[in-house]
């Protein structure tokens, strides 16, 4: 009578025992633990809608006493409301960025062509960012182009407009609304 054990690749013989040469057995990982690799890695994604660059140093900065959940849609009504239109906004990356728009006219470029005056033209971009708790740190960045270079990135050519800009001057108006609608800190005054 012969015995055979699988797992470990031995044969038991009429009294002898011999090792079986292929050793080759699959490995086996439980299903709960390639489940919860899986969800992990789902959880932990580092997709975001933020640009992969960071504000410009010169960017305007306040903070406000209202969590980035609050302030991200708040930023995108008072956009709307100066006739800006927004182009993309994502409440939980705390991120708005508006069209190109130009203050003298009141009018906004959905597709950045088809600009009559293009310094005169305005792209701003809000970020978010947590604070202490119950508080945000909102970047403002008014920028402009100066030229087109179909040849270099559009944020190469941008720079930040400067405070007798009109689109600096809208930018302005939006954080003093939202100072207005979320009130600023003690120690930010």
Sequence with gaps: MQL?????????GEGSVCARRDLSLPIRIPKSAIRNVVLLLAACTPVTTRP????????LVVILNARPERVTP????????????VQRVNV????VETAWYDPARRRSYPNGRDIADLPATVKIRCWADPWV???TRLTVE???RPRVDPSRAERDLELIAPPEHG???VAQQLIEKLKHRFGTPQSAR
């Design 167 to 169: 689109g600096y001057k």
């Design 133 to 135: 708790p119950g508080q």
């Design 74 to 85: 708040g930023i995108d009504s008072l956009a709307r409301a100066e006739s800006l239109e």
């Design 4 to 12: 055979r054990i699988g797992d470990c690749g031995l044969r038991i």
């Design 142 to 144: 008014p920028v402009y």
């Design 92 to 95: 939980r990356d705390g991120y």
């Design 52 to 59: 992969d660059f960071k504000p410009d140093p010169r960017a």
